[in-house]
């Protein structure tokens, strides 16, 4: 951590006697206290200590050069570089020291709460533990250090690593569970409480309020990683292919460095982009092979719902001029007659209040049974709710929701599909959504597009794949 975070943390932890006139910036006293502090403990611990900034190269995140600035700094009277690539996390300075910590291997057993009791985990599938016994091979075997667990949308892949967790736990080891998106995070944090009743879980997201406080599982989101160093035995990245891990080299490197030198790192997705799919098309005796195992059925056991292309011409034209539509208007009048909730997904924001005018324009039915949603919508929570609840009927919305919501009964309709937004991984997301319960497992979805393109074709044909791979092995409940 930063010199400034050292500080924060110690006066969190009341750790150093803070003077009565303490308004939050650390005094004269308190640094000296620190410094004290750190000396006594590098005695029997190894703290490493660090420049923030160091050959143009920062040495919190990683980033090279090009995200290094040099300015004139107020704070060491001279030239200091700073990284423009972390900065969400506070300024690391050349002028900075930074503090490593790393947990010592084979003893770290002093670093932990009360050890797990009291676990309550859920009953599993046969084919979910054909996949734990896979994990727990691989967290076993010595030298193997990832591995990933490519589980179709609606296979249950939280429940199959709540007993690895278990076991990491029994062992006294450190757990870090890490996804992309602060939403995923908060609706993980009461699940895996529930589970670990007498488990110290630390939750930590931007924003959050206990930004120091520690435990035996930590969940957070990706950029938090930036806070460890070396730190788990286990570590457990969640929709690994998700916006922004997939195209920010920074959070993989932060992560990667979370995890101690013979850590484990699992990685857990529906949709693996090109480069895992080309690591595990590797020999094993190939040093980038990655292992890996195949989820590919739903926990009731039904098979996934296999999207139709449907094609118009002149899309766009025809929304802004309200030009009849079928494909469109016969989606929805089947979710009028059926009483069934859909979403629209459309490629854009701009695009939402477009469509929104032509449904309204085409059948006044829909007036108060509709609404938009985006990513900036402050709303976006209370809508998701009211379609859960049937207070209104379709949402139309951006690639926002392609993940992590489940509705029952839910028909989905993609508008240009063919719009480069909607890739192979964000169409088989949409298409994930559908069918998800044991009450409805079948539901309708629509790629609507001018032409068929790749990403539609590579979708379809990976659903299709991971239904062939269900049947072959046994797991169709038909």
């Given at each position: 951590?930063?010199?400034?975070?050292?500080?924060?943390?110690?006066?969190?932890?009341?750790?150093?006697?803070?003077?009565?006139?303490?308004?939050?910036?650390?005094?004269?006293?308190?640094?000296?206290?620190?410094?004290?502090?750190?000396?006594?403990?590098?005695?029997?611990?190894?703290?490493?200590?660090k420049k923030?900034?160091?050959?143009?190269?920062?040495?919190?995140?990683?980033?090279?050069?090009?995200y290094?600035?040099?300015?004139?700094?107020?704070?060491?009277?001279?030239?200091?570089?700073?990284?423009?690539?972390?900065?969400?996390?506070?300024?690391?300075?050349?002028?900075?020291?930074?503090?490593?910590?790393?947990l010592?291997?084979g003893?770290?057993?002093?670093?932990?709460?009360?050890?797990?009791?009291?676990?309550?985990?859920?009953?599993?599938?046969?084919?979910?533990?054909?996949?734990?016994?896979?994990?727990?091979?691989?967290?076993?075997?010595?030298?193997?250090?990832?591995?990933?667990?490519?589980?179709?949308?609606?296979?249950?892949?939280?429940?199959?690593?709540?007993?690895?967790?278990?076991?990491?736990?029994?062992?006294?080891?450190?757990?870090?569970?890490?996804?992309?998106?602060?939403?995923?995070?908060?609706?993980?944090?009461?699940?895996?409480?529930?589970?670990?009743?007498?488990?110290?879980?630390?939750?930590?997201?931007?924003?959050?309020?206990?930004?120091?406080?520690?435990?035996?599982?930590?969940?957070?989101?990706?950029?938090?990683?930036?806070?460890?160093?070396?730190?788990?035995?286990?570590?457990?990245?969640?929709?690994?292919?998700?916006?922004?891990?997939?195209?920010?080299?920074?959070?993989?490197?932060?992560?990667?460095?979370?995890?101690?030198?013979?850590?484990?790192?699992?990685?857990?997705?529906?949709?693996?982009?090109?480069?895992?799919?080309?690591?595990?098309?590797?020999?094993?005796k190939?040093?980038?092979?990655l292992?890996?195992?195949?989820?590919?059925?739903?926990?009731?056991?039904?098979?996934?719902?296999?999207?139709?292309?449907?094609?118009?011409?002149?899309?766009g034209?025809?929304?802004?001029?309200?030009?009849?539509?079928?494909?469109?208007?016969?989606?929805?009048?089947?979710?009028?007659?059926?009483?069934?909730?859909?979403?629209?997904?459309?490629?854009?924001?701009?695009?939402?209040?477009?469509?929104?005018?032509?449904?309204?324009?085409?059948?006044?039915?829909?007036?108060?049974?509709?609404?938009?949603?985006?990513?900036?919508?402050?709303?976006?929570?209370?809508k998701?709710?009211?379609?859960?609840?049937?207070?209104?009927?379709?949402?139309?919305?951006?690639?926002?929701?392609?993940?992590?919501?489940?509705?029952?009964?839910?028909?989905?309709l993609?508008?240009?599909?063919?719009?480069?937004?909607?890739?192979?991984?964000s169409?088989?997301?949409?298409?994930?959504?559908?069918?998800?319960?044991?009450?409805?497992?079948?539901?309708?979805?629509?790629?609507?597009?001018?032409?068929?393109?790749?990403?539609?074709?590579?979708?379809?044909?990976?659903?299709?794949?991971?239904?062939?791979?269900?049947?072959?092995?046994?797991?169709?409940?038909?």
């Open positions: 951590m930063l010199e400034e975070e050292l500080l924060s943390f110690l006066v969190v932890h009341k750790v150093i006697e803070m003077d009565e006139d303490y308004h939050g910036e650390p005094t004269a006293k308190m640094r000296s206290q620190c410094l004290q502090w750190i000396t006594r403990l590098a005695n029997d611990y190894p703290v490493i200590l923030g900034i160091e050959k143009d190269q920062c040495n919190r995140c990683g980033a090279g050069k090009q290094i600035h040099w300015v004139s700094c107020a704070r060491c009277k001279q030239q200091c570089g700073y990284c423009e690539r972390c900065l969400l996390m506070g300024k690391c300075r050349s002028c900075t020291r930074l503090y490593l910590f790393p010592i291997e003893d770290s057993s002093s670093f932990y709460t009360n050890s797990t009791t009291n676990i309550h985990l859920p009953t599993l599938t046969k084919f979910q533990n054909d996949a734990l016994e896979k994990l727990i091979e691989f967290y076993q075997e010595p030298g193997t250090k990832d591995f990933l667990l490519w589980a179709v949308c609606g296979a249950g892949k939280t429940e199959v690593i709540y007993p690895l967790i278990s076991l990491a736990r029994k062992r006294k080891h450190k757990v870090l569970w890490a996804t992309p998106r602060r939403d995923v995070v908060l609706e993980l944090a009461p699940r895996l409480q529930k589970v670990f009743t007498d488990t110290a879980i630390a939750v930590l997201y931007g924003g959050c309020e206990n930004r120091w406080s520690n435990g035996d599982i930590v969940l957070s989101t990706t950029h938090q990683a930036l806070r460890f160093y070396h730190c788990f035995d286990l570590v457990i990245i969640d929709e690994i292919d998700a916006f922004p891990f997939h195209n920010d080299p920074m959070l993989p490197y932060v992560v990667a460095r979370a995890c101690k030198e013979r850590g484990k790192t699992i990685y857990l997705t529906a949709t693996p982009r090109e480069s895992l799919k080309k690591r595990i098309k590797r020999g094993w190939d040093s980038r092979f292992p890996h195992y195949k989820l590919p059925v739903r926990y009731h056991g039904f098979p996934l719902p296999v999207p139709k292309i449907q094609l118009e011409s002149k899309l034209k025809r929304m802004k001029e309200i030009n009849k539509i079928p494909v469109l208007e016969s989606f929805l009048n089947r979710l009028r007659d059926e009483r069934h909730p859909g979403f629209i997904f459309l490629p854009s924001v701009q695009a939402l209040p477009q469509v929104k005018k032509y449904i309204l324009k085409q059948d006044p039915y829909w007036d108060g049974r509709l609404e938009m949603v985006h990513a900036s919508d402050p709303l976006r929570e209370e998701v709710m009211a379609i859960r609840k049937g207070e209104i009927q379709v949402l139309l919305t951006t690639t926002i929701l392609e993940r992590g919501v489940t509705i029952p009964r839910i028909s989905l993609v508008f240009q599909a063919d719009a480069p937004i909607f890739d192979e991984a169409l088989v997301q949409i298409a994930g959504r559908a069918g998800r319960s044991a009450q409805c497992p079948t539901g309708e979805i629509i790629f609507l597009a001018e032409d068929i393109t790749r990403a539609m074709k590579g979708a379809i044909g990976q659903i299709k794949e991971m239904n062939r791979l269900a049947r072959k092995k046994g797991y169709l409940n038909y």
